[in-house]
Nanobody, 114 residues
């Protein structure tokens, strides 16, 4: 299974972006997925996650601004980001578990200018 993250880019503060994470492979059984981000010089942090039952969780810093969702038919998980702030600038990664092993997407860069 491979994860392909896309949708990053440069946006002004207050703008919005939608990230996508597409899963591909011979067999993919959804086990939940998380979006993480890593800003320069900082540790990677969990931004949002969605479980098998579609329950969601968000970091306090993005609550009310970001929404994680899933298209079951396409094996794609989205991260809709609104009201972006310069501090949201980071490389965003999607992650899931396959047969107990962690699988990461390649990351997509989000840059928010002030």
């Amino acid at each position: 299974v491979q994860l392909q993250a896309s949708g990053g880019g440069l946006v002004q503060a207050g703008g919005s972006l939608r990230l996508s994470c597409a899963a591909s492979g011979s067999i993919f059984s959804f086990n939940g997925m998380g979006w993480y981000r890593q800003a320069p010089g900082k540790q990677r942090e969990l931004v949002a996650s969605i479980s098998i039952d579609s329950s969601t969780n968000y970091a306090d810093s993005v609550k009310g601004r970001f929404t994680i969702s899933r298209d079951k038919g396409k094996n794609v998980v989205y991260l809709q980001m609104y009201s972006l702030k310069p501090e949201d600038t980071a490389v965003y990664y999607c992650q899931t578990y396959v047969s107990g092993s962690s699988v990461w997407g390649q990351g997509t860069l989000v840059t928010v200018s002030s």
